[in-house]
T-cell receptor, first 114, second 111 residues
Framework: GAVVSQHPSRVICKSGTSVKIECRSLDFQATTMFWYRQFPKQSLMLMATSNEGSKATYEQGVEKDKFLINHASLTLSTLTVTSAHPEDSSFYIC??????????FGEGSRLTVL | SQQGEEDPQALSIQEGENATMNCSYK?????LQWYRQNSGRGLVHLILIRSNEREKHSGRLRVTLDTSKKSSSLLITASRAADTASYFCATNPRTDYKLSFGAGTTVTVRA
């Protein structure tokens, strides 16, 4: 199946710093990527839809200035958690849409804010 | 937002037994998909069933879809320890291609 690479897999940072997470589709072009957040033992909550060459679309309740999304190319989307705080600690997962109806997911990035 | 509701929340079975989990949803869909997630990992796509399909098979997996009841089931036959994971259903609404995930069923297969 298609491969989506997410980096870093784990990151620990101090409160107040910003963290960037990358999502790459390795063997296909993805005009649309999605960013999800998952708390322990819970389901995935969609944060935003990242469209190549245009602004991201954020779900209700997600602060766009807090979670900056950039989709600069057909194979790369980035999520930057700005001025991170402990409550931002979570598992962030990206997925890429290949146009066949299914999504291909990255391995996730576990963010811990101290 | 979550649309799917899954049951049971957790399932513990012996290796070799079958595991069945159910998913219900609320709005009209284009398709319904099942994903597996091993602890701390990303999601792996298992199977997609379109709204005009009633049953689909893939290896040891069997998925049914009843659009009149807005429900789906995933059956894993002859389970193995490696099937231990969380399983999520996800619906693709008719209006766009965003997926909404259910709460998931955690399956533990005992050796």
């Amino acid at each position: 199946g298609a491969v989506v690479s997410q980096h870093p897999s784990r990151v620990i940072c101090k409160s107040g710093t910003s963290v960037k997470i990358e999502c790459r589709s390795l063997d296909f072009q993805a005009t649309t990527m999605f960013w999800y957040r998952q708390f322990p033992k819970q389901s995935l909550m969609l944060m935003a839809t990242s469209n190549e060459g245009s602004k991201a679309t954020y779900e209700q309740g997600v602060e766009k200035d807090k979670f900056l999304i950039n989709h600069a190319s057909l194979t790369l989307s980035t999520l930057t958690v700005t001025s991170a705080h402990p409550e931002d600690s979570s598992f962030y997962i990206c997925s890429a849409y290949r146009g066949t109806g299914e999504l291909f997911f990255g391995e996730g990035s576990r963010l811990t804010v101290l | 937002s979550q649309q799917g509701e899954e049951d049971p929340q957790a399932l513990s079975i012996q290796e070799g037994e079958n595991a069945t989990m159910n998913c219900s949803y609320k709005t009209s869909i284009n398709n319904l998909q099942w994903y597996r997630q091993n602890s701390g990992r990303g999601l792996v796509h298992l199977i997609l069933i379109r709204s005009n399909e009633r049953e689909k098979h893939s290896g040891r997996l069997r998925v049914t879809l009843d659009t009149s009841k807005k429900s789906s089931s995933l059956l894993i036959t002859a389970s193995r320890a490696a099937d231990t994971a969380s399983y999520f259903c996800a619906t693709n609404p008719r209006t766009d291609y965003k997926l909404s995930f259910g709460a998931g069923t955690t399956v533990t297969v005992r050796a």
